[in-house]
């Protein structure tokens, strides 16, 4: 038996089957064609030329359906590499598994709503599951890039613009998937501050910001043993990330050990040459392996050129060896080598009675009430009930962005779940206003607007220059508010919008995202009160288009701006600067009073812990779920630092009338930060610590950190 195929650490075997390549088959590895299939790629792959695939639609966004896997062409050309390749190196195949495989659950944005990193680890391994059994072994999720910016387009496609609750979904993503196949962090780096939010376009931001904002999540990511990480479209101050060295090779690789593969976005090495920065293919691609990009996706120009490149020395062999090793070691990782055809089964891929039950649990808890007047929850008894709006009944549009395995005719559209709870007691229009659709709302006791955005207008090269709803649904939706009856909008989407005007006509409002395989009966449960909304925004909803940026980590600035007045501050004159809606925002349909927290000391040495608890009382009449968030503030540092910086969260479950406390346990490490000299330090001194519902809480509690020993 060769010595790669024994049951030896990993490291050992990689070696061994690296010291027999020879560079041809060393850059194979490197190399991955999309969509290879067994007869025109017979050759190549019998060669060892293709280290890897990816199934994808296309490189845009994966809004258009392709026919999905066929595990039998799969099979096929994973048989040629095994038995027909003079090593027999497993091909390892990629397809973007983003949030759900056949059973489809929120969009991540909608996910991180929900602020349940159980959940997430939960649905991920279920789609890994799924996957796999398609002959996956690999995805390109989670998306973990900060997102500052609702204009982009994949806001939708990450957990919101918190660091710790993005960082810590992700760990929960990658712990999930990896059960089954290997995990992607994605895109590394800072592509959620796109200008303008123009997707891929240019970004401008400080490494201190990186650090203390953008990296940590990947940080996470690796932390958690993330297989892969995927460099981004953007450059950076000037350097496309394609070929930032700093950043992949000594940041990523030498500072954080990371030992995975670092692939590169569709074409993104080829593309070194629109970005202005290299000359041609070739010195694209000497640059892509210099800066630490280990695989090709799909522009083929390390298959072109890396052999010549290596020739001509002018790409050191070892930097080859070391890439062509972090891919080995993924594949042998992932047990491909052991066992490397689909594992296919008899039993249904999904969606299951199972699965299903998750999905429409991740739907309900997706969801945000963000504003109630009363009208909710409505009552099944409820003599009648209009449903309008684009959405009606749908089922592909509510599947979200990025879903390529997904089928709309597994969702049960609104209509479906509304008529099995209703009956003849429902009646539904379009969404456009019209004589028949004013006559049904003042038919009917209540009406209910399914308004927002078509998945295809969010997820990738899907930007928007203005926040407000598409065109013509806030106008009819006005004009079925103005008939004087009660009308609950639904706002489905990918991203924050300006939901000002609709706020202001609509009974009540709930932020519904774009819910997935179980879109119609989740939205069933949380409208008729069979569960409680509890969703909270992972992002900011701003007051307007023109309010961007408006996150949540703001730094502290020269003048003070004060989040927590609705007040005129200076900074804008025609408009109050204060979010439309705070981070961390959402209601309930019960209530709750938040007592200030309690810190177990106030003083805390460097590498103690301090115990955070607050106490809050359901004053409703319901049962219901309250979000205890705790936010720092650091009113001294050496950078100035975000206002606010959520630390961690709490779900409290609380009956009528009952008080509960959450506790946090929070060490000194938690309150450090990376200082002017980009090194990560605590400092002494006090810190705020606030706990509360949301980004404008302000109950705070001051604790000391001082040296260790300080107290002995
Ligand atoms: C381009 C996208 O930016 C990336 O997120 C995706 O994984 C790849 N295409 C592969 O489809």
Known sequence: MKKWMRALPIDERVDALLAEMTLPEKVGQLNQPANVSPGPDRDALAAGRIGSSLYASGALGGNVRDEGLSIRAIEQCQRIAV??????????????????????????????????????????????????????AWTFAPMVDISEEPRWGRVAEGFGESPALSGRLAMAAVTGFQRHIGATAKHFVGYGLAAGGRDYESVQVGENTLRNLHLRTFKAAVDAGVLSVMASFNDIDGTPMHANRRLIREVLKQEWGFDGVVVADWSGIGQLVDHGVAADARDAARQGLLAGVDLDMASGVYLAHLES?????????????????????????????????????????????????????????????????????????VESLHLTGPFVDEGEALLGTWVLDGRGADVPSPLVAFTDLLGDRLTHTDGRFSDLAAHRTRAAAVTVALLGEHPSRS????????????AGQLEALKQLCGLGKPVVAVVFGGRPLDLAEVLRVASAVIVAWHPGTEAGPALADVLFGRREPSGRLPMTFPRSTGHVPSSVHARATSRVLDFTRDAWDGRYLDALTQPQL?????LSYTTFRHGGPVASASEVPFGGQVEVSAQVTNTGQRAGRELVQLYLHDPVAEVTRPKLELLDWQWLDLAPGE??????????????????????????????????????????????????????
């Open 83 to 136: 038995e027909e390749s003079r090593l027999g190196i497993p091909v390892l195949f990629g397809r973007d598994v983003i949030h759900g495989h056949r059973t489809v659950f929120p969009i991540p944005l909608g996910l991180a709503a929900a602020w349940d990193a159980e959940l997430v680890e939960r649905l991920c391994d279920v789609a890994g599951s799924e996957a796999l059994r398609e002959g996956v």
């Open 309 to 381: 490149l290596v020739g001509d020395g002018e790409v050191p062999l070892d930097l080859l060896d070391d890439a062509v090793r972090r891919v080995l070691r993924m594949k042998f990782r992932l047990g491909l080598f052991d066992d490397p055809y689909p594992r296919t089964t008899a039993d249904p891929i999904g969606p299951t009675a199972a699965t299903r039950a998750l999905a429409r649990e991740a739907a309900v808890a997706s969801m945000v009430l963000v504003a109630n007047d009363g009208i909710l929850p409505l009552s099944d008894q």
């Open 459 to 470: 997820g990738e090269a899907n930007s928007v220059a203005d926040l407000g709803l598409p």
């Open 582 to 586: 705070p981070f961390g925002y959402g």
């Open 659 to 712: 008080t509960g406390t959450a506790v946090f346990t929070i060490g000194t490490d938690a309150f450090g930060y990376f200082g002017r000299d980009l090194t990560w330090r605590v400092d002494q001194g006090l810190v705020r610590l606030i706990t509360g519902r949301d980004a404008t809480a302000s109950a705070a509690v001051e604790v000391r950190i001082v040296a260790a020993g300080a107290d002995e």
